[in-house]
């Protein structure tokens, strides 16, 4: 099993910057891949960044440019930096983590809003 805690989200005026984290805990070993999804109200879950082991990041087409996904594997902890902000970011983001099972844990959630 794998525990998630994000923490960092708010309000921000459109244009501005919030940064999410998200710790691992638990079966940290096993993890092959870590990213943030978001869920607007009424909409489906969506990928926005990933970044597997060792491999390239991915990033929604939306959010390229404005986003960027990091992680301090010392401390177990990935990060999404969002800058230029824009309302139609509003959206609870999740912490997602998938081991070498493909199997994906998910934390709690926190949310995001962006007022224009």
């Known amino acids: 099993q794998v525990q998630l805690v994000e923490s960092g989200g708010g309000l921000v005026q459109a244009g501005g910057s919030l940064r999410l984290s998200c710790v691992a805990s638990?079966?940290?070993?096993?993890?092959?891949?870590m990213g943030w999804f978001r869920q607007a109200p009424g909409k489906q879950r969506e990928l926005v960044a990933n970044?597997?082991?060792?491999?390239?990041?991915n990033y929604a087409d939306s959010v390229k440019g404005r986003f960027t996904i990091s992680r301090d594997n010392a401390k177990n902890t990935v990060y999404l930096q969002m800058n230029s902000l824009k309302p139609e970011d509003t959206a609870v983001y999740y912490c997602a983590a998938e081991n070498l099972l493909r199997a994906r844990y998910w934390g709690q959630g926190t949310q995001v809003t962006v007022s224009s």
């Open positions: 970044m597997p082991n060792g491999g390239s990041t």
């Open positions: 638990g079966n940290i070993f096993g993890i092959r891949a």
